[in-house]
């Protein structure tokens, strides 16, 4: 599995972003995606989750309200919106899958696969 993330750059706080994430694969529909973040000097955080069929969905406590994640299985891609953006919003971010069996959506330990990330820069 391949995974390509892609949209991110700098934006003043209160800001919106997207990110999208292209996916190899032909099994993409069976996937758990997600997307995570790593500042410096701090834990890698996941920010949000969606089930394979796009019907559970799982969120950050920190961006709950602002973040949103969507998939296309037709297209292997899963986006991520993100609204009012804060400067401790800044990150690289990181689209990741997780195969059958599934974990729980908020632990990384159990997502199979990453790819290279795009940055964030949230400005104040």
């Known amino acids: 599995v391949q995974l390509q993330a892609s949209g991110g750059g700098t934006v003043q706080a209160g800001g919106s972003l997207r990110l999208s994430c292209a996916a190899s694969?032909?099994?993409?529909?069976?996937?758990?995606m997600g997307w995570f973040r790593q500042a410096p000097g701090k834990e890698r955080e996941v920010v949000a989750a969606?089930?394979?069929?796009?019907?559970?969905?799982y969120y950050a406590d920190s961006v709950k309200g602002r973040f949103t994640i969507s998939r296309d299985n037709a297209k292997n891609t899963v986006d991520l919106e993100m609204n009012s953006l804060k400067p401790e919003d800044t990150a690289v971010y990181y689209c990741?899958?997780?195969?059958?069996?599934?974990?729980?959506?908020?632990?990384?330990?159990?997502?199979?696969?990453w790819g290279q990330g795009t940055q964030v820069t949230v400005s104040s």
């Open positions: 990741t899958a997780d195969l059958p069996p599934y974990g729980s959506m908020g632990d990384l330990n159990l997502y199979d696969y």
């Open positions: 969606i089930s394979w069929s796009g019907g559970i969905t």
């Open positions: 694969g032909q099994t993409f529909s069976t996937y758990t």
